[in-house]
């Protein structure tokens, strides 16, 4: 995402948001954030206002921000909906990881009840055994891609 989308998301100005992220700029690795060259913004121009400095082009280029800087600017900006969304991402991983623990408890047990009995119930381990697999497998993308 743009660095101006970005700043109306956390409802700060981007001048606010662009300066947070040179103060912490350790944090803003070229995967979680990079600068966009004349070229990239050349084709952004409609979307965007230019000045009139030099040749009628851009003072600064826009930064674009990863999913992961997006999350990272959220721990460095200053904003009430900032913190709030911060909060959010903390709440979301805790869930997540709530979720992954409680998977692999259950394969665990089904595991053990499976060498516990011998074949009489094979059928129905194969089956739970497969569905905790398709559960697992990446899921087929929603929307049109280009591959």
């Known amino acids: 995402m743009l660095d101006r989308d970005l700043a109306t998301l956390y409802e700060v100005e981007t001048k606010v ?3 947070a992220v040179k103060r912490n ?3 803003f690795p070229a995967d979680f954030m990079f600068q966009l060259t004349q070229i990239e913004a050349k084709s952004l121009k409609s979307q965007f206002v230019t000045s009139n ?3 009628g082009g851009i003072r600064k280029f826009p930064f674009v ?3 992961q800087g997006v ?3 959220s721990t460095v900006l200053k904003s009430e909906r900032a913190i709030m969304v911060n909060i ?3 709440r979301t991983f805790t869930r997540l ?3 992954l623990i409680t998977n692999e408890k259950l394969r665990r047990k089904l595991d053990e009840i499976e060498k516990k009995y011998d074949g009489q119930f094979k059928v129905i381990f194969d089956i739970m055994q497969r569905l905790l697999k398709e559960e697992e497998s990446p899921k087929r993308r929603i929307g049109f891609s280009m591959d």
Do not use: D, S, Y
């Open 65 to 67: 921000f990863t999913e």
């Open 53 to 55: 400095v030099g040749r």
């Open 88 to 90: 959010q991402i903390m």
């Open 25 to 27: 700029v350790k944090r």
């Open 97 to 99: 990881r709530e979720m």
């Open 71 to 73: 999350a990272m600017l």
């Open 17 to 19: 948001l662009n300066q």
